[in-house]
Nanobody, 118 residues
Framework: QVQLLESGGGLVQAGGSLRLSCAAS????????MDWYRRAPGKERELVAA???????NYADSVKGRFTISRDNAKNTLYLQMNSLKPEDTAVYYC????????????WGQGTQVTVSS
């Protein structure tokens, strides 16, 4: 089992920045890729950014050039640096940990709210 705890969300004005963190605990050795998802009110869940255990990253077109995903494997922590925030970035952000190779499971955090005011 892996537990994920997100932090760093909040209210920010358009053009501002936030840094989300996701601390993993438990059987973290099983984790390979880690992702950030978001769900805005009335919208489908969206994959925002993904990073492999080796550090290769991919981004949704909507956040490319503004968001940066990173991870510190020694600290078992995932990050999402969000710059130039827009009102359409308002959503609940979730981190995930892929443990499918060992446990056939993907673990989710409880989410953190990000609200961008115009």
């Amino acid at each position: 089992q892996v537990q994920l705890l997100e932090s760093g969300g909040g209210l920010v004005q358009a053009g501002g920045s936030l840094r989300l963190s996701c601390a993993a605990s438990g059987d973290t050795i099983c984790i390979s890729a880690m992702d950030w998802y978001r769900r805005a009110p009335g919208k489908e869940r969206e994959l925002v950014a993904a990073i492999t255990s080796g550090g290769s990253a991919n981004y949704a077109d909507s956040v490319k050039g503004r968001f940066t995903i990173s991870r510190d494997n020694a600290k078992n922590t995932l990050y999402l640096q969000m710059n130039s925030l827009k009102p359409e970035d308002t959503a609940v952000y979730y981190c995930t940990a892929d443990c499918t190779r060992i446990y056939s499971a993907i673990y989710w955090g409880q989410g953190t709210q990000v609200t961008v005011s115009s």
